[in-house]
């Protein structure tokens, strides 16, 4: 059975940091894109940053270049996800998702993509 497990979530005040981390299982972990989404209430769900685990390849979103970072453990089927200055506005529900393609390219936001998702890992960032 594929399953994805986030841990890491948590309460932080603005400016703190966070390391998110994303295990899989059940399937052949490389070779496909794995991506981190977030879904604040009421919002809709936003692709934050995603690693072609074969190619090693990464793209952000605008709002968190240079504070966020994704990298991959592929000993241990984990990718990661570190979180620096952050801000109430990343406060959000973080999932991990895979999808079966080795590349996701320009369009590695669109949650359609993916047919792979964890259950999802708080995160509040305070003032």
């Known amino acids: 059975q594929v399953q994805l497990a986030e841990s890491g979530g948590g309460s932080v005040q603005a400016g703190g940091s966070l390391r998110l981390s994303c295990e899989a299982s059940?399937?052949?972990?490389?070779?496909?894109?794995m991506a981190w989404f977030r879904q604040a209430p009421g919002k809709e769900r936003e692709g934050v940053t995603y690693i072609s685990t074969g190619a090693g390849s990464t793209a952000y979103a605008d709002s968190v270049k240079g504070r966020f970072s994704i990298s991959q453990d592929t000993a241990k089927n984990t990718v990661y996800l570190q979180m620096n200055s952050l801000k109430p506005d990343d406060s959000a529900m973080y999932y991990c998702a895979a999808a079966p393609y080795y590349s996701c390219g320009t369009s590695w936001y669109r949650p359609s993509l993916y047919n792979v998702w964890g259950q999802g890992t708080q995160v509040t960032v305070s003032a």
């Open positions: 059940g399937y052949t972990y490389s070779g496909r894109c």
